[in-house]
């Protein structure tokens, strides 16, 4: 509590021009930037589904993938609403609600038996023909069905039959001896569904009561039963599990229409809420149920209107896209549940917990204490995941690891286990900088790596421990250390056959400066093939730098990607390449000068752009829009802010939910 | 078009299906797991649609995109006009050659600027024929669209984007363009890319499934009521919302609202279930399989006239796929930085011929299809091209086409051409016009379509 106020203070001290100030005659200057309308993305549908129900379906993982803009598929401009996602969505949706509803009854059940499964149990010469059942005199057969739940069950009779003297055949079905009902067949048919009340362990029977034998006549009157399906049980209702307890407080199964109806408005209103993330007004509540009691006036169960109401729910416009209050004539402080909207599909990309929730319907979120502390507090749940996912997952490079696909002639021994090991490393590595007791330079200057077993070998690491799952090792004594010699960037960053010291160098001056080098001009020369002069990867990478032309880039890039070149394609160390010593030193164009990729990575580490480069990287993810100019001042003193609360990443996701852009909505004109 | 104009209220009669899990006719499921196979054509399918009047002999239109442009040497016959040879890209078409034109000398100059990202601004080029705007996204829409827009209603489908490579984001794509150029072929305005699908299991269920069979006419009649009634409720959710809304996000909403009329407007229409599905697509296919089992669903999916318009991605632009089985183990795109090394040119070459034999499977499945007058090749053109021509020039003039089919009689087929002067926008425009689209639906980059006959 101690280190909270101490970051509230520094907040307060840093952010000097207050969107909080009245708007009297000293009006706030301070323009936010317009934070555009956007939708949701597969993954956040798929988690908010997640946190709303507590489903384990996961149909956003069928979707195509979202496309990114700048770095992120979370941005705006990236996020089109084309027919497709909409059609994959309202079908998403659907499940969703059918899973919920579901989890409130006993599973229905079909039990098809072919009639060979019947047994006769009279006199007669009724027995088995085949698959069939033979009814060729009166008599009766019986069937225990293998039922786990009592309840009600549909009964229905694939059946043939030939005609006899008058009418259809007729039998009659009996439950442990009592008699239910006649069924009439007719021709080769199914039978109408019967609905049979049934509990486990009952006997069924079919008695044939009309035969008909008039050989002079022709007539011989037979019934072959040959399938014979129940389903149930229909609407039994079960206990609903603990975890499905908040979106299904009270069942909708088995009681009174009234009781029914009012726990679906508890369900429907407050699944409305939550999903859409706002207070619901009285009459969107009101459309929601007289949609459901239009449902059941048209002869759908509780269930069947419930489902309906709750698909309503997650195929609107409210819950696929992250709508905001209408803007006001001057820029302003948003809502706290707009704030917290902000918060959660930053944070968790997904919708407001319970405590969030109630921060905000208090309207105690507008509190930079009470934001902060809800920062941290998001920042050490589980759901934080979201940012390794998507934020560390697109930034730094993880995703990439996926599409790493070495040559298999060159490097037998890579298989689809390492690629999988080493991103796992990365998100495990990653997941250790949500501690805000660990500053956020420790991203390259750790000497720890988080690996499981086939890293150990691929590394030659010795862990010292035995057991299974990721375990902290000391990976500096093998010469490797910080994110950028993480096995899955090395190889993600290397063509299929060789070191790419331009794609590595690329890559740092891009994602952690944020000082991408201009693209090579067209038709350029590429990369020179190898020479007697020129064996190596950095031999011939400086052949092509003694072109001038060249230079002026690659004096910048090329330094940094040799640092990386004691690495080969794959994520290994390695002495040698083409036969000769590596070289792995550089220097910087100020004159630093250094010799492998630990170095570089100390130096990085202390290069005042890399923060700068977090926090621009962090304000498009959390706004889904690019960094404007007018935005500078805004990095600035998120910059300033992480710097002052400590410098761990947490802290820099407070810096970045206190800023006043993530607070605030710019004015706009709405005709 | 605004989406008012096209909201048509039909008849309910088909599958309903509220969210009951899929199920599908019991012959759907026979042989489960094997790759999709087309089943011999019955007339019978093509039932209602087939009997509209100017529409029983529809021609359907397909773009074919491959990646990284091409080896021209190996790309271009030696001579013009009958009777060329085929160089060693294109002889995996040998036997189809009558029903393919090779068009040399068109251009695409929309994908030129004065800055890197060719393959980002090529693949949104191809088939807009718009240059792409560098930041945010604002490109235009593709002729697909444009016929997908004027055949609005002739079928259930208005369009269908597939591919075989799943683009997951990484981040990045191409200098710094959002990675929707790269991905997309298929735009429906400036703002819209339409993602395709990649898994030929997902594209048979969302052209077969749905239909249960368990169910009474009744009960789906009652559940697509009710279906529709979520679509016009939320319909209501976004009319109120618009107004509240600043002026440069209600495209998004337009968006939105268009989506949901074109899922009424197939919920409407009964034909989807005209049609006997094949089997289902296996899961885990290999590359090959996967995108022959693509072409199979296409050529279903025309032949049941479920769509007429179709966009095919082989790989997205830009594609650093590895070939290793066919000796190309490096990135695609490493080996169309030829640079004039002749180990660059046979990965190009065998790729190429790999992506060629993949389209003759595709041709193939369009000839094995009967219609009443021919087979499906007949009623078809398709276009294949690519982003960029030469892997190092990273040109937009000269670049590869090739088409195929005769458009309802109106392209002989058989010839290389010499079209220099053309575009790739009018060589989308032939394909309009074929398929009985006014070529002004598509008004960019030139104005005619290239005069074949």
New interface residues.
């Given amino acids: 509590m101690r280190r909270f106020l101490q970051h509230a203070l520094v907040i307060a001290a840093v952010s000097a021009c207050g969107v909080e100030e009245p708007a009297s005659n000293n009006p706030p200057v301070f323009d936010p930037g317009?934070r555009?309308?956007?939708?949701v993305n597969r993954a956040e549908l798929d988690r908010m589904f997640r946190d709303l129900t507590a489903t384990t379906l996961r149909p956003g993982l069928?979707f195509?993938?979202?496309?990114?803009?700048?770095?992120?598929?979370n941005?705006?401009?990236?996020l089109?609403?084309?027919?497709?996602?909409?059609?994959l969505a309202?079908?998403a949706a659907?499940?969703v609600?059918?899973d919920l509803i579901d989890a409130g009854r006993i599973p229905v059940t079909v039990t098809a038996v072919d009639g060979a499964s019947w047994s006769s149990t009279s006199d007669g010469p009724n027995a088995t023909n085949g698959a069939a059942f033979a009814f060729y005199g009166n008599g009766a057969a019986s069937w225990t069905p293998p039922l786990l739940a009592a309840g009600r069950y549909a009964l229905r009779l694939d059946a043939r039959t030939t005609p006899g003297d008058a009418g259809p055949a007729l039998l009659v079905l009996e439950i442990d001896g009592v008699e239910i009902e006649t069924i009439a067949l007719e021709g080769a048919e199914s039978s109408p569904a019967t609905e049979l009340d049934l509990a486990p362990g009952a006997t069924l029977a079919l008695r044939f009561i009309n035969d008909a034998w008039i050989p002079d006549a022709g007539i011989d009157r037979n019934v072959w039963l040959d399938r014979v399906t129940l389903e149930g049980p229909i609407d039994a209702p079960a206990p609903i599990p603990p975890e499905r307890a908040e979106a299904l407080p009270c069942t909708l199964i088995g009681v009174s229409d009234a009781d029914a109806r009012a726990c679906a408005e508890r369900v429907v209103t407050g699944l409305a809420t939550r999903s859409w993330r706002r207070p619901l007004a009285s009459e969107e509540a009101a459309?929601l149920m007289a949609?459901w009691d239009?449902?059941r006036s048209?002869?759908?169960t509780a269930a069947?209107a419930t489902?309906?109401v709750l698909?309503?729910i997650w195929?609107?416009?409210?819950f696929?896209?992250l709508?905001e209050?209408?803007?006001s004539a001057t820029s302003a402080p948003v809502d706290a549940w707009t704030l917290a909207q902000r918060l959660a599909i930053f944070l968790w990309g997904s919708v407001p917990d319970a405590a969030l929730s109630a921060a905000a319907a208090d309207g105690s979120l507008l509190d930079p204490v009470v934001l902060e502390a809800h920062t941290r507090r998001m920042a050490d749940d589980p759901k934080a995941v979201a940012l390794i996912d998507d934020f560390a997952g697109?930034?730094l490079?993880i995703?990439?690891v996926?599409?790493a696909?070495p040559?298999?002639?060159?490097f037998p021994t890579f298989t689809i286990e390492i690629r999988d090991a080493f991103a796992e490393e990365m998100r495990a590595n990653f997941a250790s900088l949500l501690d805000d007791e660990v500053p956020f330079r420790n991203l390259l200057t750790s000497e720890w790596s988080r690996v499981t077993d086939p890293l150990l070998d691929w590394y030659g690491l010795e862990s010292g421990f035995s057991g299974t799952g990721a375990r902290n090792v000391n990976v500096a004594l093998a010469g490797r250390g910080g994110w950028l010699a993480q096995g899955g960037l090395l190889t993600a960053l290397s063509?299929?056959?060789r070191t790419s010291p331009v794609k590595r160098g690329v890559w740092v001056l891009?994602n952690l400066l944020c000082d991408?080098p201009?693209?090579?001009?067209?038709?350029v020369?590429?990369?020179p093939?190898p020479s007697a002069s020129a064996a190596t990867v950095r031999d011939r990478l400086e052949a092509h730098r003694a072109n001038p032309a060249c230079a002026a880039c690659h004096d910048r890039i090329d330094p940094v990607g040799f640092a990386f070149e004691g690495f080969d394609p794959v994520g290994r160390v390695r002495t040698e390449d083409a036969g000769l010593p590596i070289d792995a030193t550089g220097v910087l164009p100020d004159g630093t000068a250094f010799d492998g990729l630990t170095a570089l990575q100390a130096h990085l580490a202390d290069d005042p752009r890399l923060a700068a480069c977090a926090a621009e990287r962090m304000f498009v993810y959390a706004h889904g829009r690019?960094a404007e100019a007018a935005d500078g001042p805004t990095l600035d003193r998120t910059v300033e802010t992480y710097t002052a609360l400590g410098g761990s990443f947490v802290d820099l996701l407070v810096a970045t939910t206190t800023s006043e852009a993530f607070r605030a909505a710019r004015a706009?004109e709405?005709? | 078009m605004s989406w008012q104009q096209w909201r048509v209220r039909g008849r309910p009669s088909h599958d309903p299906q509220?969210?009951?899990p899929r199920s599908w006719s019991r012959r759907a499921f026979l042989g489960g797991a094997g790759a999709a196979i087309t089943l011999p054509f019955l007339p019978s399918i093509l039932g209602a649609r087939g009997a509209m009047a100017d529409d029983t002999q529809p021609v359907r239109a397909v773009w074919w995109f491959i990646p990284n442009g091409v080896h021209m040497p190996a790309f271009r016959p030696e001579t013009y006009g009958e009777g060329y040879t085929l160089p060693r890209m294109l002889a995996p078409l040998s036997g189809l050659e009558p029903h393919l034109h090779v068009l040399s000398g068109l251009t695409n100059l929309a994908g030129i600027d004065d800055?890197?990202?060719?393959h980002a601004r090529g693949t949104a080029a191809f088939l807009t024929c718009v240059t792409p705007q560098h930041?945010?996204?604002a490109l235009g829409e593709s002729a697909d669209q444009a016929a997908a827009r004027a055949l609005l209603g002739r079928t259930a489908f208005p369009s269908l984007?597939l591919g075989y490579e799943?683009?997951?984001?990484?981040?990045?794509?191409d200098?710094?363009y959002?990675?929707?150029y790269s991905?997309?072929v298929s735009w429906?305005n400036a703002?819209?890319?339409?993602?395709?699908?990649?898994?030929p299991r997902?594209v048979f269920d969302?052209l077969f499934a749905g239909f249960d069979v368990a169910a009474t006419e009744a009960e789906r009649a009652?559940r697509l009521?009710?279906r529709m009634?979520?679509?016009d409720?939320?319909t209501a959710?976004?009319a109120a919302?618009q107004s509240?809304?600043?002026?440069?996000?209600r495209h998004?909403?337009d968006?939105?609202l268009?989506?949901?009329r074109?899922?009424e407007f197939r919920l409407e229409d009964p034909s989807t279930t005209a049609c006997e599905p094949p089997i289902r697509p296996g899961t885990g296919l290999a590359r090959t399989a996967r995108i022959d089992a693509m072409s199979d669903l296409t050529a279903v999916a025309l032949r049941c006239d479920l769509t007429r318009v179709v966009t095919f991605m082989l790989a997205d632009g830009l594609s650093?796929?590895?070939y290793?089985d066919l000796g190309a183990?490096?990135?695609h795109h490493?080996y169309s930085?030829h640079?004039g090394?002749p180990d660059n040119h046979e990965a190009l070459v065998r790729i190429g011929a790999w992506e060629m034999e993949r389209f003759a499977y595709f041709l193939r499945a369009l000839q094995a299809d009967p219609t009443p007058t021919g087979d499906l090749l007949d009623q078809t053109l398709v276009f294949l091209g690519s982003e960029i021509s030469d892997g190092?020039?990273?040109n937009h003039d000269d670049m590869p086409a090739l088409l195929a089919g005769h458009g309802g009689g109106r392209v002989a087929g058989g010839q290389h051409l010499d079209v220099t002067g053309r575009t790739y926008a009018d060589a989308h425009r032939l394909l309009l016009d074929a398929a009985g689209v006014d070529v002004s639906a598509f008004p960019v980059d030139g104005t005619e379509p290239l005069p074949l006959s």
């Fill in positions: 317009h555009p309308l956007r939708r069928d195509p993938p979202d496309d990114a803009a700048s770095g992120f598929d941005h705006a401009e990236a089109g609403f084309s027919p497709l996602f909409f059609e309202e079908a659907g499940a609600a059918r459309a949609r239009a449902v048209e002869g759908g069947d489902q309906i698909k309503r195929t609107s416009p409210s696929l896209f709508v209050p209408p803007p697109q930034w490079g995703r990439m996926g599409n696909a040559d298999p002639a060159l063509p299929p056959t891009t991408e201009p693209p090579p001009p067209p038709n020369e590429g990369f093939e690019d706009e709405v005709p | 509220l969210d009951a800055r890197a990202g060719d930041e945010g996204v984007q799943a683009s997951v984001s990484a981040g990045q794509c200098s710094g959002a990675c929707a991905h997309n429906a703002t819209t890319p339409l993602p395709k699908l990649t898994d997902a969302r009652q009521r009710w009634s979520v679509l409720d939320v959710d976004a919302l509240r809304l600043s002026p440069s996000d998004r909403l968006a939105y268009t989506a949901v074109a899922l650093l796929a590895s290793p183990p490096g990135a490493g930085h640079q090394n190092d020039r990273h």
